[in-house]
């Protein structure tokens, strides 16, 4: 295990480490200020928890009625056979996970707030918060567990599909508003 771990995953480390330092960063579509500007005073709807919260509601909505059948199938031990209405809704949990957090850096850009980075992450990575919720409503309601390490099992194991529902879902929102700043600042002309 150890001569696999430093045969192959350190010298691949230091090979992307290598390349990805001497590789050429793209240009920026225009030219940037030195000095940050102040952010003006935002409302109270255009605030960072908010929009974190209120942007992780809808890619949610997109996939409740799958998580259902997936959580049946997982803990109930059901069979699951339509995984091509699987790939449907993962491809409307990507298109909405873009969408909203398009919209919602758009909005943020134009209450000229340019701190979209961490936000435009979040806020679709917030269905990953529901995505927990939901599995404890299911939990109390379809699930018969009684044991406190089944329970802890149970749990422990949603923590990690929320964490990795979070990463991806905020992955999507991220490069879904970059490739958005980067196109609309891209068309704008500065004589």
Same mark, same amino acid.
């Given at each position: 295990?150890?001569?696999?771990?430093?045969?192959?995953?350190?010298?691949?480390?230091?090979?992307?480490?290598?390349?990805?330092?001497?590789?050429?960063?793209?240009?920026?579509?225009?030219?940037?200020?030195?000095?940050?500007?102040?952010?003006?005073?935002?409302?109270?709807?255009?605030?960072?928890?908010?929009?974190?919260?209120?942007?992780?509601?809808?890619?949610?909505?997109?996939?409740?009625?799958?998580?259902?059948?997936?959580?049946?199938?997982?803990?109930?031990?059901?069979?699951?056979?339509?995984?091509?209405?699987?790939?449907? @809704?993962?491809?409307?949990?990507?298109?909405?996970?873009?969408?909203?957090?398009?919209?919602?850096?758009?909005?943020?850009?134009?209450?000229?707030?340019?701190?979209?980075?961490?936000?435009?992450?979040?806020?679709?990575?917030?269905?990953?918060?529901?995505?927990?919720?939901?599995?404890?409503?299911?939990?109390?309601?379809?699930?018969?567990?009684?044991?406190? @390490?089944?329970?802890?099992?149970?749990?422990?194991?949603?923590?990690?599909?929320?964490?990795?529902?979070?990463?991806?879902?905020?992955?999507?929102?991220?490069?879904?508003?970059?490739?958005?700043?980067?196109?609309?600042?891209?068309? @704008?002309?500065?004589?």
């Amino acid at each position: 295990r150890c001569s696999r771990w430093f045969g192959i995953s350190v010298p691949l480390v230091f090979l992307g480490a290598f390349f990805g330092y001497k590789a050429k960063l793209p240009d920026a579509p225009v030219r940037t200020n030195e000095i940050p500007r102040q952010v003006p005073e935002q409302a109270w709807y255009m605030g960072a928890a908010f929009n974190v919260l209120m942007g992780g509601i809808l890619p949610f909505g997109a996939i409740f009625i799958e998580l259902f059948f997936i959580m049946t199938s997982i803990w109930l031990q059901r069979f699951y056979y339509v995984f091509g209405f699987l790939m449907l @809704v993962l491809l409307i949990l990507v298109i909405t996970c873009s969408e909203i957090s398009i919209v919602l850096c758009y909005f943020q850009l134009c209450n000229e707030d340019y701190h979209w980075w961490w936000r435009s992450f979040l806020t679709s990575g917030s269905s990953a918060g529901y995505l927990f919720l939901y599995s404890i409503f299911y939990f109390a309601t379809k699930l018969e567990i009684e044991k406190f @390490v089944s329970g802890l099992l149970f749990f422990g194991y949603m923590a990690i599909a929320s964490l990795i529902f979070f990463v991806m879902t905020g992955t999507i929102g991220f490069y879904a508003c970059y490739w958005f700043v980067w196109k609309i600042f891209a068309a @704008v002309k500065v004589d």
